[in-house]
C-alpha cells in the first residue's frame, strides 16, 4: 500500500474531481474496501483536468459492455472493471479485483490504436501514486488534442468523445473502432 505522501502526487498533479461523484465498488474483499475507501478520501473520483479524465466513478462499470467489443484483444475468463476513461475515449480496466484487490492488475484499451497494454508493477495502488501522476500512460494522460479543442469552443457530453476533431457517442465510436480494428 503506498503512502499519504504518494497518494498526495496524485491530488498535486490533477487535483480534485470537478465535478465529484460517489466513489466505485471495485473490490470484494473488506480489507481492500478499506484501502481504497483511504485512497478515495484523498484522490476523489469524476472528472479531472477540465473533464479530460474520468477516474473512479460508480457508474463506470457500466461501461464495461465496452469490453466485449474488444473480445480479440482480452484474455477469456478474466475478471475486468471498467475504473476510468479519458476524452478520447481509451479505457482503465482493473482486472481480477475480487482476486486480487488493489493489486488488481490494470489494462490501458486503446481504441484508437486497437491495442489492450498491460504494464509490468501497474496495478490498482501504482496507478494513482506513480504511473498517472509520472505520464507514464501518455496514451492515456495526453489531453493536447482535447486542450485544443476546448480552447476553439468545442464541449463534449459526459458520455460523448472526441473522435479525430469532432465529438462521438462513446458506445458508437468504440462499436466503430472495434469493427475497423477487426477488419
Same mark, same amino acid.
Given at each position: ?15 480534485r &474531481?470537478? &465535478? ?11 480489507f ?9 478520501? $484523498?484522490?476523489g473520483?469524476?472528472w =479531472? /483536468? ?24 482480452l484474455?477469456p475468463? #478474466? $475478471? *475486468? #472493471?471498467v ?9 482503465? #480496466? ?12 490494470i ?7 486497437? @491495442? =489492450?497494454?498491460?504494464h509490468?508493477?501497474?496495478?490498482f495502488? @501504482?496507478l ?8 507514464r500512460?501518455p496514451?492515456?494522460v ?7 479543442? *476546448? ?7 459526459? /458520455?460523448? #468523445? ?9 458506445? +458508437? ?8 480494428h477487426? +477488419?
Amino acid at each position: 500500500m503506498s503512502s499519504d505522501s504518494e497518494i498526495s502526487l496524485f491530488t498535486h498533479h490533477f487535483g480534485r &474531481p470537478e &465535478p465529484a461523484v460517489p466513489p466505485g465498488d471495485f473490490f470484494a474483499d473488506k480489507f481492500d474496501k478499506s484501502l481504497w475507501r483511504m485512497m478515495y478520501d $484523498e484522490v476523489g473520483a469524476g472528472w =479531472y /483536468q477540465d473533464r479530460f479524465l474520468y477516474l473512479f466513478g460508480a457508474e463506470l462499470p457500466q461501461l464495461n459492455p465496452l469490453l466485449e467489443l474488444w473480445t480479440g484483444l482480452l484474455e477469456p475468463g #478474466v $475478471e *475486468r #472493471v471498467v475504473i476510468g476513461r479519458n476524452a478520447y475515449g481509451a479505457l482503465l #480496466v482493473a482486472e481480477r479485483t475480487t482476486e486480487e484487490g488493489t493489486d488488481a492488475p490494470i489494462g490501458l484499451l486503446d481504441p484508437a490504436a486497437g @491495442t =489492450y497494454t498491460k504494464h509490468e508493477g501497474l496495478d490498482f495502488a @501504482t496507478l494513482i501514486t506513480d504511473w498517472l501522476p509520472e505520464h507514464r500512460l501518455p496514451a492515456f494522460v495526453d489531453a493536447a488534442a482535447y486542450a485544443a479543442f *476546448r480552447q476553439s469552443g468545442g464541449q463534449l457530453q459526459p /458520455q460523448q #468523445v472526441l473522435a479525430g476533431s469532432a465529438p462521438e457517442d462513446l458506445l +458508437a465510436y468504440h462499436q466503430r473502432m472495434a469493427a475497423q480494428h477487426r +477488419a
